[in-house]
């Protein structure tokens, strides 16, 4: 981050998240009877990364109100599925797009801060995706996210 003037400040940023859906699967069983089950894993991020900047203003000297853009790529695991014993393994699609949002952010000390921010992500549909059993398959979509950090920032040299 830079102050580009006594109250407007600029700064540029990226970041990598891992994530996992601590082993959830999804299972319906038909009634008494019925032809079988579906199970499936559900669809959940592996790991995102996004770079972009922010554009800020200084409501008092340690707050700061700011808007961000960037770009942002994220990887899916791959998911498991049993639909009336049509099984199978899908890909592990990577999606692309623009990240949007704002949020605020307070520094205790010139090292230390927590922000809180709110980021849309519009990423692309993909209609190429295939799996065994399945045709035409595709998916994309918007991911909102609300994100409270804390900071620690390397002191200037």
């Known amino acids: 981050d830079r102050q ?44 995102s990364w996004t770079a972009g900047g922010r554009f800020g203003y200084l409501l008092a000297p340690n707050t700061l109100v700011y808007g961000l853009a960037g770009y942002s790529g994220v990887t899916l695991r791959s998911v498991s599925y049993d ?21 605020f952010e307070r520094y205790f000390t010139d090292t230390i801060s927590a922000r809180a921010e709110y980021r849309g992500t519009h990423l692309q549909t993909r209609d190429n995706l295939v799996a065994p059993g399945w045709t035409n398959l595709s998916a994309g979509g918007t991911v909102h996210t609300l994100r409270g950090v804390v900071s620690y920032r390397i002191p200037a040299l």
């Open 83 to 103: 639909l009336f014993g049509i099984t199978g393994t899908g890909p592990t699609p990577q999606y692309y797009g623009a990240t949007f949002g704002g949020g």
């Open 4 to 47: 580009i003037a006594p109250r407007w400040v600029v700064g540029a940023f990226a970041l990598a998240d891992a994530a996992t859906n601590g082993g959830v699967r999804f299972r319906a069983t038909a009634a008494a009877g019925g032809p079988g089950q579906v199970a499936s894993d559900p669809a959940s991020v592996k790991w």
